[in-house]
Structure formats: structure tokens, C-alpha cells
């Protein structure tokens, strides 16, 4: 479709010089040429799956909802019912037994450098911080995403994990575009991108800009550094932004593009999500006057450590906040972290997420998930239960990529990303024992030939072992 | 917090620990030593050690009697990896952190214990989450050795250090060769020349003795002296022209050649730790004690073997460095498996800070005992690998991590299983002495669990 637009605007073009040639009419604007939005498209093509239900298991369904001894039926890559145990299973289908198991959507991380900064750690593969300017909205994460990071497989078979957002680094105010893949082996980072999932835009506040740049005397060195610098940005991505805004109205020369601004613009129009790192409530209220500002909207906090604070501004302005359980102290941005900062988010009504930011952690979401909800109930935090919890994995993160109509709940007609765990996956021992993308099974715990191997790995000791 | 903690400092010179007796009566009681949970057991304290622990324990009449009826009971965690107390914050806060020296002229003469600060946040956090005691270690900086860790409390007292000097730490991995220059033969020859500058100045070092003070326990152990009253810094004590090490760094590794002092390795392929085994062997002396070892399922008989301990990462997992390589979380069960004695600690993850994650870690592990092919351990197994199994690494087993009669009173009664995340310390006790649980977190809770506005600002409610 792209390609398309593409020629015809060419041979209008062509066809207008044309004309100008032959027939001499008074000047009059070419008709605009569009630019091609998406020059690095997604391939992904999902794995052929096997019609599937699941009988007899506790359900999350991702959306607030349980259901006990559960029915869930996939194929043709969705989810085509849910229901009780009274719901009819068409002949034909593989019928898994989940009793003492549960069925929950495939854990969404909205916040992972894997294939940026895989393993190993590495300065030839460290690829996830431009940190040449604090400007680089030029910069896309995917460009730099090695599908051979082992760490992608270690997310899906110990972590559910069937979604995630590769960002940028935070060492700028504009750290560069993000990308949404879907968690299944390719050869190409093309080949893993969710299709149709929109970009994100990767933005910093706090102490890592103005450490990385105030360190080496450059702008900027302090937080009202951080403010003006952005602004200042800002205010070249509208002029930006309208220049290209009359040229798609009225023709005439096209205005020479700029890469860090065609991806601002795109903010600007709401084609891009902001993904903005800010740990400090003041700060993010900052944030949240500048997007004002100049006409933008902020999806999401990330790392928002304080956002417990101000839950109520989040609510108020639709911004999600991105969350850690437990994690405090690392650096001054973070001393105020508490461990019921997930629940009293949510509580306050706002979009409240588990992340990771970690290889590590990224395996273990679910209990970071678990650990939130318990301190939140113990601090008697009303309202909170495991279903209601799992919307901070899945169907939250879905919403904050822009991606909740095609996944990250089970409704049917959705993405059949799907995970059966072998216990409860709010208890610390729980693991998954069979993972599903868009219906295609590409985890079994019972099936050691059924998880990934990447290149890096093969021919090593360790290979296809568990992990 | 300040003012909580000095609160909790009064309280407890109110009470003195040594009069109390406490009897925690109707748990499900797990010792630390490997074994399971056993319903309805008491756990008996007298003058901050424990006097008994299980089913059938008679109650003293004068004692404090604290019903644990549906919950768990256990020794306190032991971290046994940590910079616990050395930071209260990692990046970008001047003074606040005391994990390495980069520009100091030190290495293995550093002692950790006076940069211990227990007020620290983390100090309280991890207390708070039944986190009471602690190994800390220094980092390295431009040498492969890092200095002496010591074993801490997390008690809301003054008195953080159970034990300076308990150990030397050095790093013979990938972080050893850089800090030895650039590569693993460098920080061996480093490490050799070391022991020869430490051998030379143990001639003029005093006798191996034990302590003639402290408990039975205490009396059988090693006594390292403070190296700063130590005869190996007189006129007489003579070096060679040719060292590197300054008289300090040497003569601090003199109780590491005598056998005095554990030392603690760092490493994590499994050909480095074949190397360790081989200075086992020629080192008869030195009493080594393996950290990380992520490759260590691929030598395991070996290290069985040896018989040296091993304080592992838990749930390394990923090839995040070249001597990481075939790292798998089954590490850990497949080297207990083949008879190695091996427990849990935080090796450069967040370890000054969320050492309360051993737990999670430990549950982890426990869980692998239901995916198909992996190795884990059984709950008992898991428990011990974050209490005793770290104490009886460097010689303090019965004294922490355990409920075995005589140790420390440290005992956290939890909301439920320990090794769940979900469940919660409901009272610590170190030493004997209940501990406060608020903290700098709690305080926060408290002060913004509730929003809208009201007749004073936020700063106002504490």
C-alpha cells in the first residue's frame, strides 16, 4: 500500500513536470509526495499453530476477569473463546488438561533493551545509547536490535514474556524511536516486529542527561538544562512540523526532511507514543506542563519511581506509569521508591505497569507483579486481587503501546498470546510450561526440542539446556 | 527515620537483650539447616541467643510469649554476598557510597568495618524484609584484591559489625584481569607474587592463637588481628627490594597464607575455577571460599572434591559475559547434587541494596524442582542456602543463620512462606532484641497513601 502511494505520487509528479513542459500554465504547486512512513516494515509472519483448548484451569483473562476451571479455545492464531467449563470445545481440538494450572495473556514488557544491550554485555554489542548528543530523536532502537541476543529466549521460557518494547537508552532528552516486537525468533529485526504497532518515542528527564552530557561540560548540566533544551526542541519539531503541514496541503517544494524532526513531528501528529523516563514526581509534572506546551501527550512514565505521589495528575492526564516492585536507592532519583507504589497508582485510578529494564528481571515479571499486589493488600489497599493485578502485565502495557485491540487480554478475536503456567503465577514458584504467539506454540517445558536456541549460543556448552 | 530509628535506639536501652527471655510458640518452625518446616514448634531466646528450637520446648515462666500461631518461623536471612551498610546510594550522591577506593593507594589492607554506617537506608529496608545478618565486601578498584568484608547485623542499634576482618576478597575472573592489567595470567602471577610478599612478612607475625573470650563457638575460631596493631609493620619486620604490595596490603594477607582468614574468589568460567582448585592445592594453607561460580554444573565433581564452599549466584541465567556462558539457573542444584556446599549471594546485583531478593531467589529455585530437565532444591535446601548455608561457608555456622542452640538470636517470624514473596517479616528479632520495621519507605507510605489536599502541605504529616 505503502509502495503504491509512493508511485502514484511519483507519477503525478512526473506527470505534472510534464504538463509544465508542454503547455506552459501559469505556476502552480506540485502536488505534494508523501514520505514513505514505515521504510522498514515488519515480515512478521506468525508460526502455524494447532487448534488448542484448555480445560479445567484458573484464567486471568487479563482484563480484571478470573475464571475458575476455565475454558480457553485458540486457533487460527486468536483466541476464539473463553468461558467456563460448560464451553463447547469443537471436534478437532487438542484438548490440554490445565487443572491446577492457570492460563493467563502473555506478559507484555513496554520497557527492555534487549537486543540493544544483549548478553553478552559486551562493548561491541553495546548498541542502546546514542550518546553522542542529547537530541537524537534521529535514532531508532530496531536499527540497532541483535535478534541473536540470548536474552529474548529467557524472557519468553522462564518469563512468559510474548510482547515487549525495545527503547533507547536514557542518556538523552530524546534517546530515539522505540520498537514493538513480538517475542519470536527471526533472522531480522524485521521479522519481529509487531505489525501495525505504532513507534514510541524515547524521552529522559532527571540525572542521567545532564550527567552523561554535564560531565563532559556540554548542555545539559542540570535539570532546568534538561527543561530548556527540550523546549527548545520542541519548538523546531512544530516549525518543523508546520512546514510540512502546508506542504501537504498546498504542494510546492518539499521541505528538506530531517530525520530527528519527522520522527517529533510524528509525536506531534499522535502517531508516536512518548515514552518518557522520569523518576521524580516534580519532574514528571514538569513533563507534563511541556507536552502541554506544545501539544502533545505523554503515554507513559517510565521508571516512575514517585509516581505515587502525584497518581492523581497521572489519572488526570491519562498517563500511564511504568513501575518497578521494590527496586529504590540506585541512584538519588530513585531513594524515595516504595513497595506499594504499583497498587496506590492503580488505586488512585490511573494506568499502572510492571517493567523491567533488566534481562534479569524481565523472567520474572509475574512475581514482581505478585510482590506489588501483596504489599499493596497488606497496606490494605482495597480492591486488589491476582486478575485484578494481571492488567499491570498485560492488558495495561498493551494500552500504553498502542497494540490493546489486537492483544494483551483473551478476548476472542485477539492475538492468541498466551501462556500456561504450572502453578499460580503469583507464587514465587510458579513457571510457564507452554507459551503461545499468535496460536503457534514456541515454549514447552515438556518438549526440549520447543524453546529457542539463538546463533550466539549454538556449538556452546550450555546449548538448549534449561535455563 | 532518623527520628524513628533513635526511638528504636531508646526502646532498646530501655530494655537491655540480655534479661529478656522470649518464647515464640506455635509456628511452623524451619531451622536453616536444611530440613522442612515442623507445625507447632517453639522457638525459645535467652539474652539474645537462642536457647532451643522445635516441638516440645518447655516455656520458662518468666518468658515473653509470642503466639505464631499460622505463622512461619525462621532464622533470619543471611545475606551471603553484600555491600550491605557500604552505600545508601549507588550513582551520582558524593559520600554516599564506600564500596571501593579508586584512587586510594589500598587494597587487601582495607578493612571494610569502620565505613559501615547502620543507619543506612538499605540497612533498615532489608531488616524490615528479615534480612539480619550480612557478609559485606569491599569492590576492587586498581588491584585484584579488594580488601577485608566483614559480617554485619542489621540491628537498629550502633553496633552493625558481628565480625571485621572475617574475610579477604579478591577477584580472579574477568574482573581480575582488568583490574590486574588485562588478563587472567596477570592476576595470577599478581596473586602469587601476593602470597610471596605475605609469606616473606609472616615471619615476624605472631603465633596462631584462638581467643581465650566470647562463647564456645567463638573460642574455637580464628582470631584476626587488626592489621593496624600488628607486628609486621616494625623496623624489624625486613621485606625484600622487589615488591609490589605496600607493607599494609602485604602484611594484611598474612592471616590469608596462614589460613586465618577466609578467602573469598571470585570467579565464574569453570576453567577459572579449576585454577582456584589448583591454588587449593598448592595453597594447602589458604581456606578459600568460591563467590559466583556461574559455570561451576560443568566442573561440579571437582569442586565436590575440593571440598570448598561455594557462595553462588542464584538465577544467573544468561551468557551476559564470556565467563558466563553456559550459565543456567539449574547451577546451583546440580552442584548441591554433586555434593557441593553451596549457598546463595548477591554477586554484583544490587548488593547493597535488595539483598531482601535472596528469598524470591531461593523460591525460585525451589520452583525449578517442577520444570522438567532443570535442577532445583527442595524448600529445606533453599532455606539453608540464605542462612546457614553462607554462615558455615566462612566458619560461622551455629552462630548465624540458625536456630541451633547457642546462636544468635536472630528469628523473623513471617506472614507466611518465607521463600514466597508474597509473604512478609512481621517481627524480626537480632540478637534477641525485636527490631523496628519502619522505614524511610513506611514513613513515605504513610505520608502520601491519601492524595487530596488538606489544611497543611505533605511535609506536614509525620
Redesign the interface.
Known sequence: MVLNRKLSAAALAAFSLASCAAFAPPKKNAPAIHINEDPYPSTYVAYPGVPTAIRGATVFDGEGGQIANGTVILADGKVQAIGGPDLPVPAGVQVIDGTGKFVSPGVIDVHSHLGDYPSPGVESLSDGNEATSPVRPEVWAEHSVWPQDPGFSRALVNGGVTTLQILPGSANLFGGRSVVLKNVPARTVQGMKFPGAPYGLKMACGENPKRVYGSKGNMPQTRMGNIALARETWIKAVAYKRKWDKYYAKGGDMPERDLAMDTLKGVLEGKILVHNHCYRADEMANMIDMSKEFGYHITAFHHAVEAYKIADLLRDNGICAVMWADWYGFKMEAYDGIKENIPLVHNAGACAIVHSDDPNYIQRLNQEAAKALADGQRAGIPNLSEAVAWQWLSYNPAKALGIAERTGSLKPGKMADVVLWNADPFSTYARPERVWIDGALMYDANDPKRRPVSDFELGQPGEGDVK | MIRAVVSALLVAAATPAAAQTIAIVNGLVATGDGSGPVQGATVLLRDGRVVAAGQGVRVPPDAQVIDASGKWVTPGIVAGFSRLGLA??????NGADDTSARNGPFSAAIDVAPAINPLY??IA?NRADGVTRALVAPATAKSIFAGQGAVIDTGADMDAVTKARAFQFVELGETGANDAGGSRASAHILFRNALREARELSRYAQPVRSAREGTPDERSLPVVRNPNESRVYGPEARRSEDVLLTRFDAAALVPVLQGRQYLLVHVER?SDILQVLDLAREFSSLRIVLVGAS?GW?VADRIARSGIPVIASA????????E???????NVGRMLAAGVKVSIGMID??D???L?NER?YA??L???T?????TGLSWGEALAAITSGPAKAIGMGGQIGSLTPGAHGDVVIW?GDP??????AEAVFIDGVRQPLET???R??ER??Y??RRDLPEAYRY
Open positions: 545508601d546510594v549507588d550513582l551520582g550522591a537506608t538499605p529496608v569453570a559455570e560443568l538465577v544467573n541465567d544468561l551468557p551476559a559475559s564470556f558466563q556462558i553456559a550459565a543456567t539457573q539449574s546485583d544490587n547493597t541494596r535488595q531482601f524470591q523460591g525460585n525451589v520452583g525449578l517442577k520444570v522438567p530437565g532443570a506472614s521463600l514466597d514473596t508474597r509473604s512478609a524511610h519507605q513506611t513515605l507510605l502520601y497513601r492524595l487530596p
